[in-house]
C-alpha cells in the first residue's frame, strides 16, 4: 500500500513524464529504492533524499513530506516561505515588506 509521499512522488513523476529510471537517476538513488517510496507503506527516506527528489519534481521539501493530500505544490511552498519569515529579524521583516511593496508597484 502506498503512502501520501509514494502517492505524490508517482503523481508528479507522471505529471512531468519522468520514468522511475529517469527520476530515480536525477535524484540520485537506485530505481529499486524509488520503487520502495512510491510503494510501500514503511519507507522511510531521510530528507536528503526527499530534498534530491523535490528538487527535480520542482516541489519543496516540505511538500513531499507532508502528509495531508490536499496540499498543493504552491500551498506547501508558501507554508514554507512563512514559516522562514516567521524566524526573521523585524528588520529584515520590514526589507522583505519594501521589496513586496516595490514589487508590487513594477506590476501596475
Do not use: C
Amino acid at each position: 500500500m502506498a503512502t501520501p509521499l509514494g502517492d505524490k512522488i508517482r503523481k508528479l513523476r507522471r505529471d512531468r513524464k519522468l520514468s522511475m529510471e529517469a527520476l530515480a537517476a536525477a535524484a540520485e538513488m537506485s530505481k529499486s529504492y524509488l520503487w520502495e517510496l512510491e510503494n510501500n507503506d514503511d519507507a522511510n527516506p531521510t530528507m536528503d533524499k526527499v530534498a534530491r527528489l523535490a528538487k527535480v519534481l520542482d516541489v519543496t521539501p516540505e511538500f513531499l513530506a507532508h502528509d495531508e493530500q490536499a496540499d498543493t505544490p504552491q500551498d506547501a511552498f508558501d507554508k514554507a516561505f512563512f514559516r522562514n519569515y516567521k524566524g526573521l529579524k523585524p528588520e529584515t521583516k520590514q526589507q522583505l515588506l519594501e521589496i513586496l511593496n516595490t514589487l508590487k508597484k513594477t506590476q501596475k
